[in-house]
């Protein structure tokens, strides 16, 4: 006995360290305000993009204790400067993500109160908060008070949860699985491909829509291939719609296909992890008509709402669908029985223990009310749009009036391919990173592309874009009469 309590005693010495006293935890946030204040006062000066062809070293795990000096340093030398600065307004490359300092704060709170955000018997007032969030957004997107709902790590995890659900509400399975097909846009998004992969659809009979010149999906080739499925005897099940494409943001006529999906007794899905939030501006709402149509809804707080990165959102009005593969109950979990299922976030998503996420988005909310939210969007609209007639001022073609903040560009080169010059010019936009922006092949020609989302992208970041644009297509030039010189 005497030995046990010694041992005891030993590791509880030992173990100590994972609870440091209040000095230490004082000295810890001097150092971590310190290093939070230089990262945001200096993040408009900063570049926004550094490539880097080593692999990083010096993170490995020693095992070792060090000190947390030590340890912001190294995160402000490996990690902070190389790749892309997600935090930073100048990324307005793919879609940029946000980072606001309240929701930091949520996750700070929300990590030392370690609230167990799973399931409601084991934190009510955590869960509820979530489900305050969920009832938030069935507001905004007309969804009714009953939908299910789950905040999820992001847009590819409550993609996967939505269109489980529209396979289990169809019994898609078995011999059904090849006769079933999913009508969608060549501009749906990836990860939809890899959820149905995932979840046994790999074999599913995939009709990509035709797009107008704006990208949306032309609603008489989805009436026509799904008449022209039907007399095949096949099975037309779901649909799938963007609110907002990746590639160039273009909202889908949500109403039309809705009704289609309605008259075929189809599941309607709606993708709008880019573009949702856009509903709230005044002026975008009529694009979003039509989506309180939707059997299942994504949409992506850490881009639309500025969240740092690990909250997407997903919301399904059918209720045993959604039960159908996510509910689980276990001898260990007894105790929790009883209570409503889908007041419990697990009931509604792979996962079972999670981080409480929704603290990140609620705090925000109450702290700075929605007014600064909306005119943060309201702002990237009109940020596109000022890019855009500077660049044609610029000499620069450009795509179609877009729907939302993603759009794109070219050189007219008349000099060489014009692929080529725009290849080359991409090239010294990312050796220049100042900012940060990406390229696609769009109708087979390779364009600049531009996505304003960041809400520290202001007009003075588009400025110092366009300047370094400009710097960079005369030093392609000067390169360019040399070679033909
Ligand atoms: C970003 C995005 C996704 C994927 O969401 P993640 O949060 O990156 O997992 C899905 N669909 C669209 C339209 C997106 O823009």
Redesign the pocket.
């Known amino acids: 006995m005497k030995e046990l309590l010694h041992q005891i005693q030993e590791l509880e010495n030992i173990s100590e360290a994972l609870e440091p006293s209040e000095q230490q935890r004082k000295d810890y946030h001097k150092l971590i305000l310190q290093f939070s204040n230089e990262f945001i006062n200096t993040i408009h000066d900063r570049n926004s993009f550094l490539e880097v062809k080593e692999p990083i070293k010096g993170l490995e795990i020693t095992g070792q204790e060090n000190s947390l000096e030590h340890i912001l340093n190294l995160y402000n030398t490996k990690v902070t400067p190389n790749g892309i600065n997600p935090a930073s307004g100048g990324h307005i490359g793919y ?1 940029p993500g946000g980072g606001i300092y309240a929701s930091a704060i949520g996750d700070y709170i929300a990590d030392v109160s370690n609230e167990y955000a799973g399931v409601y018997f084991g934190s009510p007032g955590a869960v509820t908060i979530e489900n305050e969030v969920l009832d938030w957004l069935k507001d905004i997107f007309g969804f009714p008070k009953n939908a299910m709902g789950n905040l999820t790590s ?4 409550a ?1 996967l949860i939505a269109l489980t659900s529209a396979r289990d509400k169809h019994k898609i399975k078995g011999d059904k699985i090849n006769k079933s097909v999913i009508y969608l846009s060549p501009q749906t ?1 990836h ?1 939809i491909d890899k959820a149905l992969r995932i979840i046994g659809l790999e074999d599913i009979q995939l009709r990509y829509l035709e797009l107008d010149e704006f990208h949306r999906v032309k609603i008489n080739d989805l009436t026509q291939k799904i008449k022209d499925d039907q007399q095949n005897g096949l099975h037309p099940f779901l649909v799938i719609a ?1 609110a ?3 590639d160039t943001g273009a909202v889908d006529p949500l109403q039309e296909i809705g009704n289609i999906a309605q008259e075929n007794n189809m599941w309607f899905h709606v ?1 709008g ?2 573009g949702g939030f856009f509903i709230l501006c005044e002026n975008k709402k009529h694009l979003f008509q039509g989506i309180e149509m939707a059997d299942s809804l ?1 949409i ?1 707080p ?2 639309g709402l500025f969240l740092p990165y690990g909250t ?1 959102a997903v919301l399904i009005k059918d209720k045993e669908a959604v039960l159908h593969s996510h509910h689980y109950t276990a001898n260990y979990m007894q105790d929790t029985v009883g209570t409503d299922l889908s007041m419990s976030p697990a009931e509604v998503s792979p996962e079972l223990t999670k981080h409480f996420r929704g603290l990140r988005l609620w705090l925000p909310l109450q702290l700075h009310g929605i007014k600064p939210f909306i005119a943060c969007l309201d702002e990237k609209i009109l940020l596109t749009d000022y890019f855009r007639k500077k660049l044609v001022e610029m000499g620069f073609e450009i795509g179609p009036t877009p729907d939302l903040s993603v759009s794109y560009f070219w050189y007219p080169s008349q000099k060489i391919a014009q692929d080529t010059y725009n290849e080359k010019l991409m090239k010294l936009i990312h050796e220049d990173g100042r900012i940060f922006l990406s390229s696609s092949t769009i109708d087979d020609r390779f364009v600049i592309r531009m996505a304003i989302l960041s809400f520290r992208t202001k007009k003075k970041t588009i400025d110092k874009a366009l300047q370094m644009i400009q710097d960079c297509k005369n030093k392609l030039e000067k390169e360019l009469s040399l070679i033909h010189s």
């Open positions: 879609i992001g847009g590819s995890i993609n998004h990860c963007s907002g494409t990746t993708d992890a880019y994504v992506d850490h881009k997407g």
